[in-house]
C-alpha cells in the first residue's frame, strides 16, 4: 500500500478523487494546499489529515509518496522537497516549465533510487496504449506517420492567468502540446532529432499561444505532426463521433464568452467546472482529438470505443476494456515504479516532452528547425 500525499488541489487534483477512493493499492495519507476551503473539502473526501504548506507535508513521515498537481511554474520546487524527503512522485504535466529542470529531477530520482512518473498525460490512455502496441508487434510494417489534430476552446475555458503565459508553462503549447507530443513519443518509438513549430495568438483580448502546428522528425525516420487550435471555433470532437478528450459527448456549441469578465469570476468558474469537467464514470473511451496512425501495411485510428486497423484486406475493429479510466492506469503505472519496475512515463519521458514544447516555441521564434540533444 502506498501512503500517497496531495499537493495542490485544484482541478488536476480533483479528477484523481475517485481513482484514489478505489484504488487497492494507494491510499490518500494526506493533503496540502494554502487555501483552506480546498483544504477542508479535499480532507473531508478523502478522510485525510491537511497541511497548508509542502514542507510540512513531506516532512509529517505519513507519506511515502506525493502526488504534485501545484501550478506548473511550482512543480520544480515541489517536486525537489518531496525527492529531498525521500518520497517518490507523480508529477503533472507538463513537468517542468524549463527542460533542464526536469532533467535535474530525473537525475535526483535516479540517485535516490526513487519513482519519479509524470501523469496523467494522455498516452496513458488506452487507446493511445493499444496502438503502441499494434505497432510494436511489428505486424503492420514500420511506423511513419502520426498525425493528431486537435480542435477545442481551450483558450477561452477559465482560468488562472499563469495558464495563458508560457514563460510559466501556459499557453496550448505547453498545456495541450504536452499531451500531443507525448502521444507522438509513445507511437513512434524513438528519440525526436528535429523540431519545426509554429505558433499562433489571434485573439488580442485574451493574448495566448492559442494555436500551434508542429512537425517531430525521430531518429527511426517516422514523422508527427501535432496541429492545435484553441480559440472554440471548429471541435474535432465531430471527428471523432462527438466524443471528447475524457470520453464524454459534448457536442457543439459556441464558445464561452470568458474575457468579459473578471479574474475572481474566472477562478470561481474554473472550481466549479473543476468538479464535473474529467468525470470518472466517462460511457467511452478518451479521445484527445483525430489521432491517425500510418504504418508501412496499415493505418490505426480509433473507433468509438476500441481501435479501427485499416489493412490491404479491409477494416478490423478491435473494442476496447473500458473499465479503467485513464487516472486509473496512470495509478497502476505510480504503483509499478514505486515497486522498481521500470515505465515509460518517467521524469526523463517528461523532461524530453517538454523540450519538444522548448523547441516548437524556439522554432517558430526563428523560423528554423530546432535539433533536439540525444538523451
Ligand atoms: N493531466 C491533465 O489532463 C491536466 C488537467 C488539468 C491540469 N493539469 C496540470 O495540473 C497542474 C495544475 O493545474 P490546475 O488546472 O489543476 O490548476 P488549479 O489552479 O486548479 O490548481 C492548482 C492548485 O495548487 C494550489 N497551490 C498553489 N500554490 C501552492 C503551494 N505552494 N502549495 C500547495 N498547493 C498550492 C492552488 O491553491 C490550487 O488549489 C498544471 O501543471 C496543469 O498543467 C493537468
Known sequence: ??????????????????????????????????????????SKTLDAPSFADVEALVGSGLCDAVYIGTPTDLHFEHASAALDAGLHVLLEKPMCIHAEDGFALADEAETRGLALVVGHSHSHDLPIRAMREVIRSGRLGRVRMVNILGYTDWVYRP?????????????????????????????????????????????????????????????????????????????????TGEIGEWGYVTPYRPRANTSATSSEDEMARKRARAKTAIGSDAPHQPHFGMVLVSCEKGDIRQSLDGLLIYTAEGCEEHPLDNSRTPRDLVLDEFVAAVGGTPVLHDGRWGATVVSICDAVHESARTGKPVRLAQT
Open 1 to 42: 500500500m502506498v501512503r500517497l500525499g496531495i499537493i495542490g488541489l485544484g482541478a488536476a487534483a480533483q479528477a484523481f478523487i475517485t481513482p484514489l477512493q478505489r484504488h487497492e493499492d494507494v491510499k490518500v495519507a494526506a493533503v496540502c494546499d494554502p487555501r483552506p476551503e480546498a483544504r477542508e473539502s479535499f
Open 159 to 239: 482560468r488562472r492567468p499563469e495558464e495563458l503565459r508560457s514563460d510559466l508553462g501556459g499557453g496550448v503549447t505547453y498545456r495541450q502540446g504536452a499531451h500531443q507530443f507525448d502521444i507522438l513519443c509513445s507511437l513512434c518509438g524513438d528519440q525526436v532529432v528535429s523540431v519545426i513549430g509554429h505558433t499562433f495568438d489571434f485573439d488580442p483580448e485574451r493574448s495566448t499561444v492559442g494555436a500551434h502546428s508542429a512537425t517531430l522528425t525521430f531518429a527511426n525516420g517516422a514523422i508527427g505532426t501535432a496541429i492545435y487550435n484553441g480559440y472554440g471555433h471548429f471541435p474535432s470532437s465531430e471527428l
